[in-house]
């Protein structure tokens, strides 16, 4: 195989939960994730000569050691001893830094398609164990689906009941918040709103989408919602065009909006577009993997043949 193109999709945390904090200072989650259909298209070719080329669509994006695909290409050279050389091409098309771990699917996507190019074949459960040494939702970002995640990102338990489909209105305020600053700010001992975290997965086992609405709830909107008051002006405006329910997802700023209706979703997203006057707001769907088209819910990982698509 010479080139290969791939989709590497944004996640959601349908609730977010801080537990406690390691000892290095980074905070313990609990969080159910949700892949959406919204991707970055990947695009990657083999090169004769030793090195890593970047491209993408976005001028100011670093095309360098700064980029995490670029970091991808680089560990899984290190790691298995890849003489050839490797082209990315990336078209973005998830906003940056908004919450929808746009740079970690790019990097788990690269770590995949390394995998195919050179023939590696190592499973999902070592592409995983790579990611992990690269940032923590990246093993996430291989795994995708309706996820629960615990440590800091990288416990991972299959949901058995996964997420019903249904439409995601994507709105993201034109400000950049800094997740350090995010999880810094976080008084997580004095949090008096938990998010739970049982009842959402019974939602979602019952197929309930206006249940899961109710349920939706992530800790660090304090934090983030304090900082830009818009946040919530969107939330409160996409209940009114019909939301089931909407939240912050990680550490913002982009608001997301579930809604069962498609044409509400598109029409939700055209007037928060317009009225908030943003760059990037979109109506999207939450995506299934194979696994959960199967009615699989199978947590061991080498069983699982992986599907990037
Ligand atoms: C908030 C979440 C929720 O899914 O997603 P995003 O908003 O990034 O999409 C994640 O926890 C984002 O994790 P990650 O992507 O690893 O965060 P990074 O930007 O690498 O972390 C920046 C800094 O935030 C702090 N940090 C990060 C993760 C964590 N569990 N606890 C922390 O305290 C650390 O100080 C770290 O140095
Ligand atoms: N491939 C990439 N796509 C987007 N951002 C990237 C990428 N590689 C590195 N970054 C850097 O990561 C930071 C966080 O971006 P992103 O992953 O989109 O946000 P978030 O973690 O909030 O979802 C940005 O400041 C950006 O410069």
């Keep these: 195989m010479r080139e290969i193109r791939l989709k590497a999709r944004a996640k959601i945390n349908l609730t977010l939960d801080v537990t406690g904090k390691r000892e290095d200072g980074y905070h313990l989650l609990e969080t159910i994730m949700q892949t959406v259909a919204l991707y970055d298209g990947i695009y990657m070719k083999k090169l004769e000569k030793p090195v890593i080329k970047l491209k993408t669509n976005l001028p100011w994006l670093p095309t360098d050691a700064r980029n995490l695909a670029w970091k991808a290409a680089n560990l899984m050279r290190e790691t298995f001893g890849i003489k050839e050389g490797v082209f ?76 019903p489909d249904c439409y995601v209105v994507l709105a993201k305020l034109p400000v950049s918040v800094s997740t350090a600053s995010v999880y810094k700010q976080l008084r997580w001992q004095e949090i008096e709103q938990h998010p739970d975290t049982k009842a959402m997965l019974k939602a979602m086992e019952e197929k309930d989408v206006a249940k899961m609405g109710k349920l939706l709830s992530n800790v660090l909107e304090t934090v983030t919602i304090e900082l830009h008051p818009r946040i919530a002006k969107i939330k409160a405006r996409l209940m009114e065009l019909g939301a089931e329910g909407a939240l912050m997802s990680g550490s913002g700023p982009t608001v997301f909006a579930l809604f069962t209706d498609r044409a509400k979703a598109r029409k939700a997203a055209a007037l928060v577009k317009r009225e ?33 698509k």
């Design 88 to 163: 990315i091409e990336i078209d973005k098309r998830i906003p940056v830094a908004a919450g929808l771990a746009g740079g970690s699917t790019d990097c788990a996507a690269v770590l995949v398609g390394m995998n195919r190019l050179f023939g590696l074949g190592l499973s999902e459960a070592q592409l995983e164990e790579v990611a992990g040494r690269l940032g923590s939702d990246i093993p996430y970002c291989i795994r995708r689906g309706t996820v629960l995640c615990e440590g800091v990102g990288e416990v991972m338990t299959n949901v058995a009941h996964p997420c």
């Design 276 to 308: 908030f006057a943003l760059k990037d707001c979109l109506a999207t769907r939450t995506y299934r993997v194979r696994r959960e088209l199967r009615g699989e819910h199978n947590n061991d990982r080498n069983k699982i043949q992986h599907q990037y």
